[in-house]
């Protein structure tokens, strides 16, 4: 590729640049007059997509450049992003930088995808970069150059295939790299935290469960013993019904609840373990209700969740088999070594 000539209109400030037909040098005698803003200005007005230069905006630049390909003589109009193509009189009109590679293969008479997408890193180097974009990297602006691509596709192999091929393999193992931080977080930082929430919810429901049972076995004892009690009151009444009398020392006497030996003395004994039982009762209802009112309290508290709590109750419910990430994180490590090892051979 030879230019010839290029024409410049920047906001009707207009310029001509003729170049020989053989080697060009572009220099000055001190810096800051325009050396790398003219090579910027010579590959904006090839299509490609460039960022101005200090106090230039390229999108008001107006280019004209002709040049030559072999026996191929080729006029670029550019103005902003509309490049209309000449060659031979005919026409031709792209939109960029969408169709920057449609006119590229116009331009090098080339599909060779690998070729057009790398060719300006072949070919220019900016000074701000320097042998940093050595094999790949941006060449200038949201411009990628990849050396491996630019090789391959000058050798006229299909490497594209195996490029995305590694490609997919990344994305997986990224995507398996992510689920095993997953597994560590819940493992190291939820389960913990959330474990001691749940681990003092399971107690207080347990000391409930343990009072319930107790108050239901006094509650047994106090039914038997005033069942005991009404028995004896029913025995007594019908003691007394009966008119039983018994002969004391020759004297004729009936059977009362006041001539009973002992009988007092039992129900005295009854009442009072009615009353102790009574108050057990009591106690243990007034706990499992302090219980129940501090269980209340802590669900309100894990129902009342914050953004975060929300995250990790969803990440909790995260099935995740570590060893069975691992096993495909190391068969995704040993394709990409050999699609490397393809790769490189070709």
């Known amino acids: 590729m030879k230019f010839n000539t ?10 001509k640049f003729d170049f020989s037909s053989n080697n060009n040098l572009v220099y000055s005698k001190k810096n800051s007059v325009g050396k790398s803003t003219l090579l910027r200005m010579l590959l904006f007005s090839l299509g490609y997509a460039i960022p101005g230069t200090k106090g230039i905006k390229f999108e008001k630049l107006k280019t004209i450049l002709l040049l030559e390909i072999g026996n191929r003589k080729i006029t670029l109009i550019r103005n902003s992003n509309n490049l209309e193509l000449i060659e031979n009189d005919i026409s031709q009109y792209f939109l960029l930088p969408d169709e920057n590679i449609y006119l590229l293969q116009v331009i090098f008479n080339s599909e060779n995808k690998n ?24 060449v200038i602006g949201r411009i990628y150059f990849n050396l491996y691509e630019l090789v391959g596709g000058l050798a006229e192999r299909n490497i594209e295939e195996l490029q995305k091929e590694l490609n997919i393999l990344k994305q997986e193992k990224l995507k398996y790299n992510a689920m095993r931080s997953i597994y560590f977080y819940q493992t190291s930082v939820i389960e913990e935290k959330s474990g001691l929430e749940i681990d003092y919810i399971d107690k207080i429901e347990n000391d409930i469960l343990l009072l319930e049972l107790e108050k239901k076995q006094l509650m047994k004892d106090l039914n038997e013993i005033e069942s005991a009690i009404e028995d004896n009151k029913s025995f007594l009444k019908f003691i007394e019904k009966m008119k039983i009398a018994v002969e004391i020392e020759g004297k004729r006497e009936l059977v009362t609840k006041d001539n009973i ?18 108050i057990k009762i009591k106690k243990i209802k007034s706990k499992i209700s302090q219980l129940r009112d501090n269980l209340s309290k802590e669900y309100s508290l894990l129902n009342l969740e914050t953004e975060l709590q929300k995250f990790d109750s969803r990440i909790m419910n995260i099935n995740l088999d570590f060893n069975l990430i691992e096993k495909l994180i190391k068969e995704i490590e040993t394709k990409e070594k050999r699609t490397r090892e393809v790769l490189r051979k070709k």
Do not use: A, C, H
């Open 261 to 278: 030996v002992g009988f007092e003395e039992s129900q005295l004994y009854v009442n009072t373990r009615k009353k102790i039982i009574e």
């Open 6 to 15: 290029l024409y410049l209109d920047y906001e009707g400030m207009k310029k």
């Open 115 to 138: 070729v057009l997408e790398n060719i300006l890193g072949s070919i220019y180097m900016d000074q701000e970069k320097g042998w940093t974009l050595l094999n790949k990297g941006f």
